[in-house]
C-alpha cells in the first residue's frame, strides 16, 4: 500500500478517488485551498492540509508526509475565468503545477497522475471519437494551461525520471458536483429539475458531449495507480450526447414533464466533443461500467438526499 497525496482531494472528483484510495488501504493526504473543494467532502481518514499548490509550504507537508504517489487534481477550473484573466489562471494551473512537480522531483515521488481535459484540450476536432495522437491546439488559457503540464511532465519524466500518467476525461458527472459552478451540466440541469424549474439551453442544444460517470474516472485513476505505463490515455465512452438528449433523458428518468429555456450560444463553446478511449482499454484494460441512465439515475437518488 502507498501513501498518496491528491491535489484538490476536497473537490468533486478528488473526494470520490479519496474514498477508493481509503477504502483499499492506501494512506491519503488532501491539500486544498477549498476555493471550489468543500470540507464535507473530505474523509475522516484522511489527513488534510489547507494550503495553495502554490504556497511554498507545500515544500514542509512533502518533507513531514514522506510520499510515493502523487495525484494532481487541484485546479481553477472555469474556461470563462481563464479566457477573463489568463495570468491569474496560469499562476495557479501552471505555476502551481510546477511547484508540485518541483517537490515531487526532490522528495523521488514514484508517480504523478495528472488529471488533464479531453474537450479543452482537442477543441472542436474533425476526428470524432478524437484519439490521443490528435493535433491539440487549445482555444482557452485553461486548455492550454492543462496541455502545458503535460509537456512538463514529459520533461520531467525525460530529465529526472518522474514517471507519469496524464488523463484526459471526458465530461464528467455525478454524485458531489458543484450545480453553481462552471463545470457541470448535469448537476445544473439536476439542480434546476429537481426545483421544477426550466433549464437553460445555450443555442439550438445540438452540441455534442461524452459523458462520463465518476466512478469510472476513479477506476482510471486507480489503474494508472497500479500499471507500470507512462502517457496520455483518454478517459470517455467513446458516445455523442447531445445537450437536448440529456436533458429529455434527465426528465424522463425524474418523471416530469418540463420544457428547456434556449438561449443564444456562448463565444467560444464546442460544437462536439467525444474521446477514443480504445488506447486505455488497450493498455490499462478500462472501459466505463455505467451507461448514461445508470450514471443519472444514482447521480439524481444522491441529490434526492443531499441539497444541490
Given at each position: ?255 416530469i414533464k418540463i420544457e ?10 464546442q460544437q462536439r466533443s ?35
Open positions: 500500500m502507498s501513501k498518496i497525496l491528491i491535489t484538490g482531494g476536497a473537490g468533486f472528483i478528488g473526494s470520490h478517488l479519496a474514498d477508493k484510495l481509503i477504502e483499499q488501504g492506501h494512506q491519503v493526504v488532501i491539500v486544498d485551498n477549498l476555493s471550489t473543494g468543500k470540507k464535507e467532502n473530505i474523509n475522516s481518514k484522511a489527513k488534510f492540509y489547507q494550503i495553495d499548490i502554490s504556497d511554498a509550504e507545500l515544500l514542509d507537508i512533502f518533507k513531514e508526509e514522506e510520499l510515493e504517489v502523487v495525484f494532481h487534481l487541484a485546479a481553477q477550473i472555469d474556461i470563462r475565468k481563464s479566457v477573463a484573466d489568463p495570468i491569474e489562471d496560469a499562476k495557479t494551473n501552471i505555476l502551481g503545477s510546477l511547484n508540485l512537480l518541483e517537490n515531487c522531483k526532490k522528495f523521488n515521488i514514484k508517480k504523478v497522475v495528472f488529471i488533464s481535459t479531453g474537450g479543452a484540450i482537442y477543441g472542436d476536432a474533425d476526428i470524432v471519437p478524437t484519439p490521443e495522437e490528435y493535433s491539440a491546439l487549445p482555444v482557452s488559457p485553461y486548455g492550454v494551461a492543462k496541455l502545458s503540464v503535460e509537456k512538463y511532465l514529459n520533461y520531467y519524466y525525460q530529465i529526472f525520471g518522474l514517471n507519469y500518467v496524464v488523463l484526459r476525461l471526458a465530461n464528467v458527472y455525478g454524485p458531489r458536483q458543484d450545480p453553481l459552478g462552471e463545470a457541470g451540466v448535469v448537476a445544473i440541469f439536476c439542480n434546476k429539475l429537481s426545483k421544477n424549474e426550466q433549464p437553460t439551453i445555450y443555442g439550438d442544444g445540438k452540441q455534442t458531449r461524452d459523458y462520463v460517470f465518476v466512478e469510472d474516472i476513479v477506476n482510471a485513476g486507480i489503474l494508472a495507480l497500479k500499471q507500470d505505463k507512462i502517457g496520455i490515455f483518454n478517459v470517455g465512452t467513446g458516445k455523442e450526447i447531445s445537450v437536448n438528449e440529456l436533458f429529455q433523458e434527465l426528465a424522463r428518468i425524474i418523471g428547456s429555456i434556449h438561449k443564444p450560444l456562448r463565444i467560444g463553446e467525444c474521446l477514443d478511449y480504445s488506447k486505455i482499454k488497450q493498455e490499462l484494460g478500462w472501459e466505463a461500467k455505467y451507461s448514461l441512465e445508470q450514471g443519472l439515475s444514482k447521480t439524481i437518488k444522491w441529490g434526492k438526499h443531499n441539497e444541490y
